[in-house]
């Protein structure tokens, strides 16, 4: 609370506004109407869903709401979206309120960002609220004009670069593309809202061919001029055309089933061309006003896309990207495999060249020739090569001369699991550093790198820290800061003891596999039946066909029943549950490894679903059989180390004893920081 300053009648309090006051949801609504001009305008159900998510927050003075916050909430960061105070209180210390509440109640993130254009001429109201001018970056308004980005830093040890969170890639139809453009369309608050500055590096619109197609068809010349002018500053789906085909066959005949016709009229045509760009690209979400939620759930069923109107998308943003991100379940089972190739054995390369560089196909060839270390190529079941890569060691580092992806619906996760692959071929090899050499590597793989905590070194090329250290922070960050020295002039990071624990989980996933044995990261033992450790992780191997890269799922979910909860970041320890009933066990108990965990949810199981599927090897069923009364616990988790050896039941046994700690975990149950370091050293393979 704060005192009443000027001509307000009484104190301001701060406090969140819960989904069910309407009212006060009303109350903001309209007061961010009344700046929509430099605010930009949100659709109403947004305001309802940041308050059921608890990121609505008001000032109010005497029950009036005379300012209130907007933001989102991702593990790196919090992002304003609307700040807005009425005018007529305005320089009462407000905004500041409100400002200094959604930092005190999110310490343990970075820092706080924000977005606003230059020409607003407001950059002293930033300043004067704790914020740093960032950058510049271009802005998506009609005019070009450019944002400031603005940071508030909590002042966390923070790694080399500030990793930006992963844009999520949408296709859209022509019927979003006439709501964005036309004022007067019913749907346009909804629509320009996916095209407006406040999603500037979240969100990417991507044209498909078939949209492009259609507009030749519009009739209107400056219609017709207005709309591809629109298009013109978004990216284009590249074309592949049997690809499209094949899945707009299969689509057509989805959709005339579903809508109970023989002929689908030209709307239908167009949604189906659009999508079979959509899927064609490797885009996994695509905006409509359209209407077929039986076809567009066989979409999601069969291709993995979700057709949803933009409402959706923007309520959504930051799981969707996560979902697009990383898809293990695309690869789970699958015949992927890795094989040893030369150029002469790849016919086609034109896949692997980014078309926005001036290197051709028999360029790339010529690369390959010309490499002295091996070229292996990642190659999916219809035998055609989805990642090329090669590996040599050169002095202290793990060099990759050359890493290529190919556009595909897997090629994210294809990415992130081998980027995370040479982190334990870097381990093996003894060394601390891996760098990304190719001149010309895949977009791709630059996204995936920044999420794997990859860093761009003064020489311009991509880099990540391996440290194999479980200890103190002092002696990590000692090891850690010897290798950033080689790549960078940068001020070094500084860890300290009692940093928040989503900071120091940030250093363990950027260094993995480097363990913070002081930081307040807590690690608990987790039982978990052995075909469902088959499953996650490949251990015990009753599953075939599954490649050594992909066996350590890079990102995944596990379900748990109440009321324990394990709250995120966490660590786990994968404990084998004895076997029990007929036949012979699969496993002898005992930890079989490590994983990070990013996240933790309560819910339905629906929403579980909805939002988790595309991490999981669970179905419905499954799920609901542990869930308690319709609900339950997801722990999404990352970072998953297998270990060699096994730590046995009797060894875990006698090694709890040691450290005076309960030792079969039936429920979760929480590890001293010595014993974990033990049980990692003997599950690593290091016991003396």
Known sequence: MIEADGGLPGAVRIAKVAATEVARIDSCIKLGDLAKKTLGQLPFAVYTASAERGTLVAALVQDRVVGYVLYRLSRRRVTLVHLCVATDVRKNGIARALVEYISETHRDRPGVMAKCRQSYGI??????????????????????????????DHGHPTLMSRQEEPALRACFDMTVLEAIQDPEDRDHIEAAALAGDDLYQQLQLIVTVALRVELTGVQSATRRRQYTDRLDSMVTTRHDLVGSTQTKEELRAMLTAARGVSELPWKDQSLVAGLADCISAGVTVFVTFESADTFFSQVMTHFGVRVMRPLAAIVHLEELARSQDYRPIALSGSDYHKTHVGADNLDDLSGFVDPMTSESAQDLKNAIAGLRAPLYALTGPDDVAMLLYATEVRGPALCVPLIRVRDSAEALTLARQILFALREQCRRAERSLIRILDPLPSPLIKDAATAEGFILADDGHMAAVVIDLCAPMADVEARAVEVLRTLVRDDMPSLRSGMPATAAAEFERAWWPARLLDADIP???????????????????????????????????????????????????????????????????GIIGCSLVEESYVADVDELMDSYRHLGVWDRSQVTHVADEGRAQVIRFTDTEIFPNQVTLSRLEALAKQYGQKTVPQAPIKIAPPLFAQILTEGQGLRS
């Open 123 to 152: 950059d002293q109201v930033w300043l004067k609220l704790g914020f740093n001018q960032q950058t510049e970056v271009p802005g998506r308004n009609r005019q070009g004009l450019p944002l400031v980005v603005w940071w508030r």
């Open 523 to 589: 690690t608990y033992a987790v039982s978990i039946e052995a075909r469902w450790a088959a499953q996650l992780f490949g251990v015990p191997q009753i599953l075939t066909g599954r490649p050594a890269e992909l066996a350590l799922s890079r990102e995944h979910v596990y379900y748990r029943s109440l009321p324990q909860i394990i709250d995120a970041p966490a660590r786990v320890l994968w404990y084998v549950k004895k076997h029990k009933g007929p036949g012979k066990p699969l496993f002898p108990p």
